[in-house]
Protein backbone atom coordinates (compact mmCIF):
# COMPACT_ATOMS: atom_id res chain seq x y z
CA UNK A 1 0.00 0.00 0.00
CA UNK A 2 1.01 3.53 -0.54
CA UNK A 3 2.29 5.77 2.43
CA UNK A 4 4.05 9.36 2.57
CA UNK A 5 6.15 10.15 5.19
CA UNK A 6 6.35 13.82 6.45
CA UNK A 7 9.36 13.02 9.43
CA UNK A 8 9.05 17.18 9.88
CA UNK A 9 5.98 17.73 12.27
CA UNK A 10 7.11 21.92 12.68
CA UNK A 11 9.70 24.25 11.24
CA UNK A 12 10.73 27.45 12.94
CA UNK A 13 12.75 29.90 10.83
CA UNK A 14 13.45 33.55 10.90
CA UNK A 15 12.22 35.26 7.22
CA UNK A 16 15.11 34.98 4.60
CA UNK A 17 16.23 31.69 5.89
CA UNK A 18 16.15 28.68 3.65
CA UNK A 19 13.86 26.26 4.67
CA UNK A 20 13.71 22.35 3.19
CA UNK A 21 10.61 20.27 3.51
CA UNK A 22 11.26 16.53 3.86
CA UNK A 23 8.72 14.05 1.81
CA UNK A 24 9.44 9.85 1.69
CA UNK A 25 7.03 7.60 0.02
CA UNK A 26 6.71 3.97 -1.01
CA UNK A 27 4.86 2.71 -3.85
CA UNK A 28 4.72 -0.58 -5.34
CA UNK A 29 3.43 1.13 -8.69
CA UNK A 30 5.76 2.29 -11.42
CA UNK A 31 3.83 4.76 -12.69
CA UNK A 32 2.74 7.48 -9.89
CA UNK A 33 2.21 11.38 -9.40
CA UNK A 34 3.58 13.43 -6.55
CA UNK A 35 1.89 16.62 -5.50
CA UNK A 36 3.05 19.31 -2.74
CA UNK A 37 -0.17 21.44 -1.49
CA UNK A 38 -0.33 24.37 0.62
CA UNK A 39 -3.19 25.10 3.26
CA UNK A 40 -2.29 28.73 4.85
CA UNK A 41 -4.51 29.44 7.98
CA UNK A 42 -7.32 29.75 6.33
CA UNK A 43 -7.80 26.40 5.18
CA UNK A 44 -7.96 25.91 1.70
CA UNK A 45 -5.78 23.90 -0.14
CA UNK A 46 -3.53 25.80 -2.69
CA UNK A 47 -1.73 23.05 -5.05
CA UNK A 48 1.54 23.92 -5.54
CA UNK A 49 3.17 21.08 -8.23
CA UNK A 50 2.61 17.86 -9.81
CA UNK A 51 5.86 15.33 -10.85
CA UNK A 52 5.21 11.95 -11.83
CA UNK A 53 7.26 9.20 -11.95
CA UNK A 54 9.04 9.09 -15.18
CA UNK A 55 10.42 12.73 -14.96
CA UNK A 56 12.96 13.44 -12.51
CA UNK A 57 13.75 16.89 -13.16
CA UNK A 58 14.34 19.23 -10.31
CA UNK A 59 11.66 22.54 -10.52
CA UNK A 60 12.04 25.75 -9.61
CA UNK A 61 9.52 28.19 -9.40
CA UNK A 62 10.51 31.20 -8.20
CA UNK A 63 11.75 31.18 -4.26
CA UNK A 64 10.35 27.24 -4.55
CA UNK A 65 12.34 23.93 -5.66
CA UNK A 66 11.69 20.78 -5.75
CA UNK A 67 13.96 18.20 -5.65
CA UNK A 68 12.56 14.28 -6.62
CA UNK A 69 15.06 11.32 -6.06
CA UNK A 70 13.31 8.11 -7.12
CA UNK A 71 16.87 6.30 -5.74
CA UNK A 72 15.64 7.78 -2.02
CA UNK A 73 12.08 7.84 -2.91
CA UNK A 74 12.19 11.72 -1.98
CA UNK A 75 10.70 14.42 -3.02
CA UNK A 76 11.81 17.64 -1.25
CA UNK A 77 10.50 21.39 -0.82
CA UNK A 78 12.72 24.03 -0.63
CA UNK A 79 11.36 27.82 0.02
CA UNK A 80 14.58 30.31 -0.67
CA UNK A 81 14.45 33.25 1.51
CA UNK A 82 11.59 32.22 3.19
CA UNK A 83 8.97 34.98 3.73
CA UNK A 84 5.72 35.79 6.76
CA UNK A 85 3.45 34.86 4.14
CA UNK A 86 5.14 31.35 3.84
CA UNK A 87 3.76 30.61 7.25
CA UNK A 88 1.37 27.76 7.03
CA UNK A 89 1.19 23.63 6.61
CA UNK A 90 2.87 21.70 3.71
CA UNK A 91 1.54 18.22 2.76
CA UNK A 92 2.85 15.76 0.30
CA UNK A 93 0.70 13.35 -1.35
CA UNK A 94 0.90 10.31 -3.60
CA UNK A 95 -1.62 9.25 -6.66
CA UNK A 96 -0.55 5.88 -7.87
CA UNK A 97 -1.85 6.00 -11.60
CA UNK A 98 -3.87 2.39 -10.69
CA UNK A 99 -5.46 4.05 -7.72
CA UNK A 100 -9.69 4.15 -8.29
CA UNK A 101 -10.23 7.69 -9.23
CA UNK A 102 -6.38 8.74 -8.68
CA UNK A 103 -6.81 8.99 -5.26
CA UNK A 104 -4.79 11.37 -3.15
CA UNK A 105 -2.42 9.84 0.27
CA UNK A 106 -1.35 12.41 2.14
CA UNK A 107 1.57 12.78 4.68
CA UNK A 108 1.06 14.30 7.91
CA UNK A 109 2.05 17.97 6.78
CA UNK A 110 5.00 19.94 8.01
CA UNK A 111 4.27 23.35 9.90
CA UNK A 112 6.03 25.98 8.57
CA UNK A 113 6.12 29.61 10.76
CA UNK A 114 8.27 31.83 9.21
CA UNK A 115 8.97 34.67 12.11
CA UNK A 116 9.63 38.23 11.21
CA UNK B 1 -5.25 26.86 -11.48
CA UNK B 2 -8.87 25.57 -11.81
CA UNK B 3 -10.84 27.25 -8.85
CA UNK B 4 -13.89 25.24 -6.32
CA UNK B 5 -15.69 26.59 -4.59
CA UNK B 6 -17.02 25.22 -1.35
CA UNK B 7 -19.97 26.72 0.45
CA UNK B 8 -21.24 27.07 3.26
CA UNK B 9 -17.49 28.04 5.07
CA UNK B 10 -18.71 27.93 8.84
CA UNK B 11 -21.68 26.55 9.87
CA UNK B 12 -23.41 26.27 13.22
CA UNK B 13 -25.72 24.09 14.34
CA UNK B 14 -28.04 21.94 16.87
CA UNK B 15 -27.54 18.41 17.14
CA UNK B 16 -29.95 16.49 15.10
CA UNK B 17 -30.31 18.92 11.81
CA UNK B 18 -28.64 18.03 8.87
CA UNK B 19 -26.20 20.13 7.12
CA UNK B 20 -25.42 20.49 3.45
CA UNK B 21 -22.14 21.28 2.11
CA UNK B 22 -21.92 22.38 -1.37
CA UNK B 23 -18.88 21.51 -3.38
CA UNK B 24 -18.48 23.40 -7.23
CA UNK B 25 -15.94 23.32 -9.91
CA UNK B 26 -16.38 26.84 -11.33
CA UNK B 27 -14.34 27.25 -14.53
CA UNK B 28 -14.01 23.22 -15.12
CA UNK B 29 -16.29 20.06 -15.28
CA UNK B 30 -15.07 17.41 -12.78
CA UNK B 31 -16.87 13.64 -13.17
CA UNK B 32 -15.11 12.88 -9.92
CA UNK B 33 -15.00 14.62 -6.69
CA UNK B 34 -13.45 13.73 -3.32
CA UNK B 35 -14.59 15.21 0.09
CA UNK B 36 -12.28 15.44 3.32
CA UNK B 37 -12.42 15.16 6.63
CA UNK B 38 -9.51 16.92 8.71
CA UNK B 39 -9.00 17.31 12.23
CA UNK B 40 -6.95 20.11 14.16
CA UNK B 41 -3.14 19.62 13.53
CA UNK B 42 -4.10 16.35 11.60
CA UNK B 43 -3.82 15.41 7.94
CA UNK B 44 -6.39 15.06 5.67
CA UNK B 45 -8.58 11.99 5.60
CA UNK B 46 -10.49 10.80 2.62
CA UNK B 47 -14.23 10.28 3.36
CA UNK B 48 -15.27 9.52 -0.17
CA UNK B 49 -14.91 9.69 -4.07
CA UNK B 50 -18.29 11.02 -5.72
CA UNK B 51 -18.53 10.24 -9.12
CA UNK B 52 -20.83 12.17 -11.54
CA UNK B 53 -23.96 10.12 -12.01
CA UNK B 54 -23.19 7.13 -9.84
CA UNK B 55 -22.95 6.45 -6.40
CA UNK B 56 -20.10 7.62 -4.04
CA UNK B 57 -17.36 5.32 -2.92
CA UNK B 58 -16.75 5.39 0.72
CA UNK B 59 -13.89 4.61 2.48
CA UNK B 60 -13.44 1.96 5.02
CA UNK B 61 -15.14 3.02 8.29
CA UNK B 62 -17.39 6.38 6.90
CA UNK B 63 -20.78 5.73 7.24
CA UNK B 64 -22.97 6.15 4.31
CA UNK B 65 -26.24 7.00 5.63
CA UNK B 66 -24.43 9.44 7.91
CA UNK B 67 -22.76 11.05 5.35
CA UNK B 68 -24.45 11.47 2.28
CA UNK B 69 -23.20 12.45 -0.41
CA UNK B 70 -24.95 13.11 -4.23
CA UNK B 71 -22.97 14.18 -7.54
CA UNK B 72 -25.72 15.27 -10.02
CA UNK B 73 -23.85 17.26 -12.41
CA UNK B 74 -20.47 17.88 -13.72
CA UNK B 75 -20.08 20.96 -11.78
CA UNK B 76 -21.47 20.35 -8.26
CA UNK B 77 -21.12 17.39 -5.75
CA UNK B 78 -23.18 17.98 -2.65
CA UNK B 79 -22.07 15.99 0.93
CA UNK B 80 -25.02 16.22 3.51
CA UNK B 81 -23.91 15.38 6.83
CA UNK B 82 -27.63 13.88 8.68
CA UNK B 83 -28.65 14.12 12.36
CA UNK B 84 -25.24 16.01 13.14
CA UNK B 85 -24.09 15.15 16.52
CA UNK B 86 -21.12 17.50 18.56
CA UNK B 87 -18.55 14.74 17.11
CA UNK B 88 -19.39 15.23 13.51
CA UNK B 89 -17.86 18.91 14.40
CA UNK B 90 -14.77 19.02 12.08
CA UNK B 91 -13.25 20.70 9.01
CA UNK B 92 -14.81 19.32 5.72
CA UNK B 93 -12.96 20.14 2.51
CA UNK B 94 -14.04 18.76 -1.07
CA UNK B 95 -11.24 18.74 -4.42
CA UNK B 96 -12.68 18.33 -7.80
CA UNK B 97 -10.13 16.40 -10.58
CA UNK B 98 -9.34 18.42 -13.20
CA UNK B 99 -7.50 16.63 -16.82
CA UNK B 100 -3.70 18.42 -16.85
CA UNK B 101 -1.41 18.15 -19.54
CA UNK B 102 0.79 15.01 -18.01
CA UNK B 103 -1.72 13.85 -15.04
CA UNK B 104 -4.92 14.58 -13.54
CA UNK B 105 -4.90 17.57 -10.30
CA UNK B 106 -7.31 17.73 -7.45
CA UNK B 107 -8.13 21.35 -6.73
CA UNK B 108 -9.58 22.27 -3.35
CA UNK B 109 -12.65 24.15 -1.92
CA UNK B 110 -11.73 26.70 0.69
CA UNK B 111 -13.58 24.01 3.15
CA UNK B 112 -16.39 24.05 5.76
CA UNK B 113 -15.89 24.21 9.54
CA UNK B 114 -19.10 22.35 10.86
CA UNK B 115 -19.70 22.85 14.61
CA UNK B 116 -22.28 20.93 15.55
CA UNK B 117 -23.73 22.52 19.40
Known amino acids: AQKVTQAQTEISVVEKEDVTLDCVYE???????LFWYKQPPSGELVFLIR??????QNEISGRYSWNFQKSTSSFNFTITASQVVDSAVYFCALSEARAAGNKLTFGGGTRVLVKP | GAVVSQHPSRVICKSGTSVKIECRSL??????MFWYRQFPKKSLMLMAT?????????EQGVEKDKFLINHASLTLSTLTVTSAHPEDSSFYICSARASARGGDIQYFGAGTRLSVL
Open chain 2, 27 to 32: DFQATT
Open chain 1, 27 to 33: TRDTTYY
Open chain 2, 50 to 58: SNEGSKATY
Open chain 1, 51 to 56: RNSFDE
